[in-house]
């Protein structure tokens, strides 16, 4: 089973602060998905990242897929209470495997 | 496009009875996957069905089953429900091709086991 850490388990900050979430293994994927969850829902996909070094912009969130394609990370500029949620990555692997991360719970606080 | 379908939302049951969850995936879509969700252990995967067959399991127990359908409609089964099998149980489809693409997710059923 590929582990996917995410850092860290829980966030609060203020609105209007920036923030980045991490999401580490030491496994090689061939993608990795970023989704938010919030209360009472199921995710919902943000973006897809394929080539190692790859840099993807949604608005005020930017992700980055490692060079080595084993870890990514997802950049908050300027929070807003909307951001408030479950960020989630999985990574996916062979065929068809798609394993998730841990999870990083972000609270803006407005 | 409607989007993936879970019934019931809520359900209470108690120790020792079993459950079957309903999952309608979006139209087109051939995978079905279930994941079992609380806030000790995260998201897991359960299994995964693709055209009716089982592709991928988990590591959960037997007393996780599940089956899909010709019209790729899943359900999962759990029978003598223990007190730790209270979670918010996900499934999620997609076209099943490729593991990168994206899972569309319903918004689950809560299963409290009293």
């Known amino acids: 089973t590929q582990l996917l850490e995410q850092s860290p388990q829980f966030l609060s900050i203020q609105e209007g602060e920036n923030l980045t979430v991490y999401c580490n293994s030491s496994?090689?994927?061939?993608?990795l998905q970023w989704y938010r969850q919030e209360p009472g829902e199921g995710p919902v996909l943000l973006v897809t990242?394929?080539?190692?070094?790859e840099v993807k912009k949604l608005k005020r969130l930017t992700f980055q897929f490692g060079d080595a394609r084993k870890d990514s990370s997802l950049h908050i500029t300027a929070a807003q209470p909307g951001d408030t949620g479950l960020y989630l990555c999985?990574?996916?692997?062979?065929?068809?495997?798609?394993?998730f991360g841990t999870g990083t719970r972000l609270t803006v606080i407005p | 496009k409607a989007g993936v379908t879970q019934t019931p939302r809520y359900l209470i049951k108690t120790r020792g009875q079993q459950v079957t969850l309903s999952c309608s995936p979006i139209?087109?879509?051939?995978?079905v996957s279930w994941y079992q969700q609380t806030p000790g252990q995260g998201l897991q995967f359960l299994f995964e069905?693709?055209?009716?067959?089982?592709?991928n399991k988990g590591n959960f127990p037997g007393r996780f089953s599940g089956r899909q359908f010709s019209n790729s409609r899943s359900e999962m089964n759990v029978s003598t429900l223990e007190l730790g099998d209270s979670a918010l149980y996900l499934c999620?489809?997609?076209?099943?091709?490729?593991?990168?693409?994206?899972?569309?997710f319903g918004d689950g059923t809560r299963l409290s086991i009293l």
């Open positions: 999620a489809s997609s076209l099943g091709n490729r593991a990168n693409q994206p899972q569309h």
């Open positions: 999985a990574g996916a692997s062979g065929a068809n495997n798609l394993f």
């Open positions: 496994s090689v994927f061939s993608s």
């Open positions: 139209s087109g879509h051939r995978s």
């Open positions: 990242v394929v080539t190692g070094g």
């Open positions: 069905y693709f055209s009716e067959t089982q592709r």
